[in-house]
């Protein structure tokens, strides 16, 4: 489960990097000669933090399947141990199982979709700056 906390940090440090860069995209002002590559180096470490968003859904998933297959693992050894084989030695180590499966998809399914949406944000972003910027341009 740590690492699941540790993944789940970077996530809401990431999603907190996106929304800043979005909001600063806004009020961007670009220079009408060279805004294509201006954009560029002013977005990429943004671009970046969006693009972890997705791998580290990736990542969750990963490891909340590593959980479900340790917490079966346990269950296992745990009746293994235990002379008798009751639903309460298998219950521990099945209910540690599903506790990092949910934790895993509940960071997973809300980092794609939040990755798609700054994504998206920031091509909408991108496109609204050149067009001010070629406008500034066309009033010189």
């Known amino acids: 489960m ?3 906390g540790v993944c789940s ?3 809401l440090a990431l999603i907190v990097y996106a929304t800043v860069g ?3 995209l806004g009020r961007l002002e670009l220079s009408a000669q060279i805004a294509d590559d201006q954009l ?3 977005s ?5 933090a969006i693009l972890w968003l997705n791998r580290l859904a990736g990542v969750a998933t990963l490891l909340g399947l590593f959980g479900t ?3 079966i ?3 296992f050894a745990d009746m293994e141990l235990a002379q008798n084989i009751s639903p309460d030695t298998f219950a521990r180590g099945i209910n540690q199982a599903l506790i990092t499966t949910v934790a895993g998809l509940a960071m997973a399914i809300p980092g794609t979709v939040l990755h798609f949406v700054f994504r998206d944000l920031f091509e909408r972003g991108s496109k609204l700056a050149l067009r ?4 500034d341009r066309g009033e010189s």
């Open 132 to 135: 001010r910027a070629a406008s």
């Open 44 to 48: 990429a470490p943004y671009r970046t």
């Open 69 to 71: 297959v340790t917490g």
């Open 22 to 24: 979005v909001r600063k």
């Open 40 to 42: 560029e180096h002013w």
């Open 73 to 75: 693992q346990t269950a």
């Open 9 to 11: 940090l970077v996530y």
């Open 2 to 4: 740590i690492p699941l």
